[in-house]
Structures are given as structure tokens and as C-alpha cells.
């Protein structure tokens, strides 16, 4: 066995760095854009018609049955089909939105069902709209209910976006991937990315716990 | 448009049939590796102390590192380590361990879900350790454990869809396969997500089933 | 003219009918209590009258303003008058005490946010509780949030208060507390319809007392000798 050599990968660190900055970004953006359709589907869930009703569970159902993987390469393939030239990068987007809507639904169904009844009475009863009720009271209570399983899946997402590699986007891992196919170090590239996802990952679990002390302490 | 001819079919079920033999062998190894490694955590004694400090990092670090990173490590370590391993057993490996992290965090959790006065009241029985475990420890844990267990297998099926990464032809590949062929390609991939759906869905139903179950009892 | 001049209302849930053809006159400033066995109505009667239930049929005459009880209007023309404190107070624990009361202030009525926070500081200040502004409901006693449900209905600027049980969840010495803070503002001319448990207080507080039984209205007594009525003193000393 040949000794590793991880002076190399380590001499291109700012360019990994770079890699989790996309990182950061592409998880950031699809779960913000994914919460926002998640919120749409659960109020489908909670009030909406029959049909609204049914549509929003059989699409949590198949979007969380499925490889995320899968559902990309669909939509990459697919976009074009449809006369949708995007890029690689709006592609994962779209890919990783859609999948986070269809478990944060989930995640925010929940979140609804254990808002107390009272409280949808008690906003009406001060004269705010179904929407501000929405708005103001119940989806800011959920949030907060389901604050740390809501965190747990932006984890999740982090380490899902690596899958944005392997459609050319320079996220951590394609960047990990440039860096070994001109080092020819990929072991120790590959060792490195790993430490600096668990890094980044304790980095976000530490700020979490942070922003929860704040927040309760503030209360 | 091309047809989709018998060939393409035989390519579909071959791929599918990888996909079945990865998540199957994966989660088995998975299962056993878990075990272990709560197990290990739970082991008392300073005796066990290193033992029960790795097997927590271990927990800790690999459920931190996507599955793509850790299958490139499992790929790249045994090429330079010269071990002639297939791919298949590359994504195997891979597989297996990331489950292991997931799983020992399961089983660790339902095993100390078991209330301290049972543990102390077997104990002040004079039940002897084993006796302890099989009779009072494990049966209490196991309503916790084995429902989330189930759930997760599912994880680990849609985790098989990296392995083409490294060069295995299961389902997804078989997908962008018969797509760069020319054949149909939103039918193409229906087919692939409905194949995956078809594997996956009865887990998440056992699992929620096991759940709703097991608690009642 | 009474202020408040509800007539033939019912309220049906499947075939059931929780309220049959109840009417009730009011006046301005008046103090009313609600009594009756559980499951008579007294509830469903509070949340008609804010709008959270729907009616079968239904008229009322507030402050000479006709407002059809059946009409999709009618809660927001309720809403605009009434203000309701409920038995478990419905305080909302994800924010403060000071949002709780500025919610509806600034975002249903669109008042501007500084002013209005003014408003409800002033108001915490006046029921003794100026400390507790940054703090989530869930934190405070049982008198404590009693107290902020009121300033909370209170915020929205009612003519008509209604409160579920308002005693139930408090100490006898409370109980006082409430009452005497009950009496100030109908001498303001606030109009109070109150569910009440707490005969005792009833006795000493009503200006006017409705007996409910099985969705109607039994028997009213009104003025010093509400009380007196004979099916009402008989419900009355049977709860004491
Ligand atoms: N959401 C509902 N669905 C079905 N029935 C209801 C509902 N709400 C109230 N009821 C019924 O309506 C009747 C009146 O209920 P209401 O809560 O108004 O009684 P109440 O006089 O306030 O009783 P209590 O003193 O116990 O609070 C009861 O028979 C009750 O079972
Ligand atoms: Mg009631």
C-alpha cells in the first residue's frame, strides 16, 4: 500500500472551500424554495378539498419512496424535453425543492396537527383572516414545533446536495472530484471532504442549538 | 423514437435485481454492524472505555458525510490498498457502513429507552447478565427499535442509486442507460421511479403498520 | 332600545340541536351571566355570538345595527364589536405576551406597530403586569394569563366582552380580583356577557342572569332581584 500524500489536496483547500460555499448555497436555496411549497401542500392536507387533500399525500408518498437521485436525473433529462433549458445547477435545485417540499409537508403536517384547535378560535376571534390566521399564528407555531425536525432534514439536504457532483456542478464534492483528477490524490481528497461535511455539519448543528438558546432564552 | 425492445426489458430487470441484492446485503450488514456497535456502546466497564468512545465518534462522523463521499473512500482505499474487490462489493461495503452509523443510533436509543427499575429490579432477581438481556432488556427494546429499523431500509434503497458512481449498473443507471439509447425518456424514468416505488413502499407500510402495532401492545 | 337584541337563534350540529330559538336582550353597560347544566349551550351561545358558530337562523340587533346572524358577513361585523376570553384563554405560546396583544391591533387593524405596543404596555402596566411583557404566556400562572386574555380582547377596542368560565381556573382570592376588574369596566360602559360556574359571584355581580337548559333559555331575571327568580335561585342553590 502506498502512503498517503495530503500536502496537495491541503495546498488546494481555498478551492475546496469554495466547493461548500456552493454547497451552502444550493442546500440554503432548496430548502427555503421547498418550505415554501411544503407550507402550500400541508394547508392542502389540513383544509383543502378531497382532491387537494389525496394530491398532497400521494405526493409526499411517492417523492419519499423514491432515490432522490432518480428524481434529478428525471427532471434533468426531462426539462429539456419540455423546451426548459436550465442549468446544471437550476436543475438539482428544482430536483432537490421538489423532494424537500414532499418531506417537509410532512414535517409541517405534523407541525399543524399539534397547533391547539384554540388557537385557529382564538384568531378568528380577534379578527384575523383564515390567511393572517395562517400567516401570523398557526404556520409560526408549527415552525416552532417542528423546529428541530425541520433542522434535521436541512442536515439531511446538505449531505444530499453532494448529488449535484455528479451533474457537473461545483459543489464540495465536484469540487473534491476536479482536485483528485488533477492531483491524482482522490483517497486523500476524498478523506478531506469527508472531515470538512462533518465539520460543516457540526458547524450547522452547533448553530442550531445556538439559535434555539437565543431564541427561548429572548422569551 | 426507438422501441423498447425484450433487450431493454432484460436490462431493466438485471438492473433491478442489483438494486434488490445491494439494499438486501447493504442493510444486512448494516444490521450487523449496528448491533455491534450499540452494543459496544453500551458496554460498562472502564475496561471498554476507548471501545465505546470510537464506536460514539464513529456514529457521530459517518451520519455527517454523504453517501457518495463515503462510497468514493470505500472505492478508492481498496484500489490502493490493492484489493481486488468488485464494484459490487464496494457499493456493499459502503453501504453497510453508513446503515451501521443510522442503525447503532436506533438500537442504542431503544435500548436505553428501557426504564432503569427494570434493569434494577432484573438485577435485584439475581438474573444473571444474559438472562437480563433476553428477558427483560431486549424485549422491551425491540418495539422501539425494529419500526424505525424498517423505515430506514428504505434509505438505504434510494442510497443504492449512488452505486452506479462506481461503476455498478443497477436501476438509475439502467435509467440514464436506456435514456442515452434514445429511448423514451420521461416512460424511461416513470419506469425506474415506479420500479424503486414498488421496492420501497411496502417497507414505509410495514414500518408505519410495525409501529401503530407494536405500540398498542 | 336594548344594545343588544339577539333573536331566534339555533344552532343545529347534524340532527341535534345544541341551541333552539334563543333570544336575549341586553343592556348597555349591563353585566350578564350565563348558567346552566353542562351541554346546555352556554358555550355554543359565547361563540355564536363572535361568529365561530355556525347558525341555522338567527338576527341580531347590536348598538342599532341590524346584523343577520346566517350572513357570510356576520363574523366580521361580530368581530368588529366583541372581543371573547376563553376558559383555556387561547393565548398563542410561540410569542410574547406583548405580541399576543399587538397582533390583532397592527395586523387586523392595521394600527402602526409603535403605538400600539405603547397601548398594550400601558394596558399591562394598569392589570400589573408590566413585567411580564417579553415573556411566553406559557410561563405565567393561572391569574396571570386570565389577565392577559383580557388585555389581549381588550386590545381590540370592544364594545361587547364575552368570557367563557373567566373564574373556573383561579383561587377564590382571584376570583374577586376578576370580578372587581369585571364591574370597573361595564361602569365604563363596557357590555359583559359572562359563562359563570361561580354562583356566589353571579349572585353579587349580574346585573342580569339567563338560565340555559338543553339549548334554551329557561328563565331570565334581571335587575337587584335576578337572583330571586324562581327557577334560577332553585338552579342556583342546587350548584352552590
Ligand atoms: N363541536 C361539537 N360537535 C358536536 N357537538 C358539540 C360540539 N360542541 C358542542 N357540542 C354539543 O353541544 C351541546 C352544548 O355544548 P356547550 O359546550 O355549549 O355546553 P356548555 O353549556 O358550555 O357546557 P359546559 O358547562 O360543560 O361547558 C352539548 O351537548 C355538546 O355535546
Ligand atoms: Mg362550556
Known amino acids: 500500500m502506498t502512503a498517503l500524500h495530503f500536502q496537495p489536496v491541503l495546498q488546494r483547500l481555498p478551492f475546496l472551500l469554495g466547493g461548500v460555499a456552493t454547497t451552502v448555497l444550493l442546500s440554503v436555496a432548496s430548502f427555503g424554495a421547498g418550505l415554501f411549497l411544503a407550507g402550500g401542500l400541508a394547508v392542502l392536507r389540513a383544509e383543502g378539498p378531497k382532491a387537494g387533500r389525496r394530491f398532497g399525500t400521494i405526493y409526499s408518498t411517492i417523492m419519499t419512496n423514491t432515490p432522490q437521485l432518480s428524481q434529478i436525473f428525471a427532471i434533468f433529462y426531462c426539462l429539456p424535453l419540455l423546451g426548459v433549458i436550465v442549468s446544471p445547477f437550476a436543475s438539482v435545485f428544482i430536483g432537490m425543492a421538489l423532494n424537500a417540499a414532499a418531506y417537509l409537508a410532512d414535517i409541517l403536517t405534523t407541525g399543524l396537527g399539534r397547533v391547539p384547535p384554540l388557537y385557529h378560535d382564538a384568531a378568528a376571534s380577534l379578527g384575523l383572516t383564515r390567511r393572517q390566521a395562517y400567516m401570523r399564528v398557526i404556520f409560526p407555531h408549527a415552525l416552532q414545533t417542528m423546529a428541530p425536525a425541520l433542522a434535521n432534514h436541512f442536515q439531511i439536504m446538505i449531505l444530499g446536495s453532494s448529488m449535484a457532483s455528479i451533474f457537473g456542478v461545483e459543489d464540495l464534492t465536484g469540487r473534491a472530484y476536479d482536485v483528485g483528477s488533477t492531483t491524482f490524490r482522490i483517497l486523500e481528497v476524498m478523506l478531506v471532504t469527508g472531515v470538512l461535511y462533518a465539520l460543516l455539519s457540526i458547524a450547522l448543528t452547533g448553530l442550531f442549538a445556538l439559535g434555539r438558546r437565543l431564541f427561548e432564552g429572548a422569551a | ?217 | 332600545m336594548p344594545y343588544l337584541d339577539l333573536r331566534g337563534v339555533t344552532v343545529r350540529q347534524d340532527t341535534h340541536e345544541i341551541l333552539r330559538d334563543v333570544g336575549l336582550q341586553v343592556g348597555r353597560g349591563e353585566i350578564v351571566s350565563l348558567i346552566g347544566p353542562s351541554g346546555s349551550g352556554k358555550s355554543t351561545l359565547l361563540r355564536t355570538l363572535i361568529g365561530l358558530q355556525p347558525v341555522v337562523s338567527g338576527s341580531l340587533t347590536l348598538d342599532g345595527v341590524a346584523i343577520d346572524m346566517t350572513a357570510a358577513s356576520a363574523p366580521r361585523a361580530l368581530r368588529a364589536r366583541a372581543a371573547i376570553v376563553f376558559q383555556q384563554f387561547g393565548l398563542f405560546d410561540h410569542m410574547s405576551v406583548l405580541r399576543n396583544l399587538t397582533l390583532a391591533p397592527t395586523v387586523v387593524a392595521g394600527r402602526p406597530r409603535a403605538e400600539v405596543e405603547e397601548a398594550a404596555r400601558h394596558r399591562l402596566r394598569m392589570l400589573g403586569l408590566a413585567d411580564k411583557a417579553e415573556i411566553r404566556p406559557s410561563r405565567l400562572s393561572g391569574g396571570q394569563k386570565q389577565r392577559v386574555a383580557i388585555a389581549r380582547a381588550l386590545m381590540t377596542q370592544p364594545d361587547l366582552l364575552l368570557l367563557d368560565e373567566p373564574t373556573s381556573a383561579l383561587d377564590p382570592r382571584l376570583v374577586s380580583e376578576v370580578t372587581a376588574l369585571l364591574r370597573d369596566l361595564a361602569r365604563a360602559g363596557m357590555t359583559i356577557i359572562q359563562v359563570s360556574h361561580g354562583m356566589e359571584s353571579v349572585a353579587a355581580l349580574s346585573d342580569r342572569i339567563v338560565l340555559l337548559e338543553d339549548g334554551r333559555v329557561r328563565a331570565v331575571g334581571a335587575g337587584a332581584r335576578a337572583a330571586a327568580e324562581p327557577s334560577i335561585a332553585a338552579f342556583m342553590n342546587a350548584h352552590r
Not at chain 2, 422501441?3 to 447493504?26: I, K
Open chain 2, 1 to 217: 423514437m426507438i422501441a423498447f425492445s425484450h433487450y431493454d426489458a432484460a436490462l431493466l430487470a438485471r438492473a433491478l435485481w442489483m438494486t434488490v441484492v445491494l439494499s438486501v446485503a447493504g442493510g444486512l450488514a448494516g444490521l450487523a454492524g449496528g448491533t455491534a456497535l450499540a452494543c459496544l456502546r453500551m458496554a460498562r466497564g472502564r475496561l471498554f472505555a476507548p471501545l465505546r468512545f470510537l464506536a460514539a465518534g464513529y456514529v457521530q462522523v459517518v451520519r455527517r458525510v454523504p453517501f457518495i463521499v463515503t462510497l468514493y473512500i470505500v472505492f478508492f482505499l481498496t484500489g490502493m490498498a490493492g484489493l481486488d474487490v468488485s464494484e459490487v462489493t464496494v457499493a456493499i461495503w459502503a453501504i453497510g457502513l453508513i446503515a451501521a452509523g443510522y442503525i447503532a443510533e436506533i438500537v442504542h436509543g431503544g435500548l436505553r429507552s428501557v426504564p432503569a427499575d427494570q434493569i434494577e429490579a432484573a438485577v435485584t432477581l439475581n438474573l444473571p447478565l444474559l438472562a437480563r438481556w433476553r428477558h427483560v432488556i431486549v424485549p422491551q427494546a425491540l418495539p422501539v427499535i425494529v419500526p424505525p429499523t424498517v423505515g430506514y431500509l428504505v434509505l438505504f434503497i434510494k442510497d443504492t442509486a449512488l452505486a452506479s458512481q462506481v461503476g455498478v449498473l443497477e436501476l438509475n443507471q439502467a435509467g440514464v442507460i436506456l435514456s442515452n439509447r434514445g429511448l423514451p425518456t420521461m416512460q424511461v424514468f416513470l419506469a425506474v421511479l415506479g420500479l424503486y416505488f414498488a421496492l420501497s413502499y411496502p417497507l414505509t407500510r410495514l414500518s408505519r403498520m410495525l409501529e401503530k402495532r407494536l405500540a398498542l401492545s
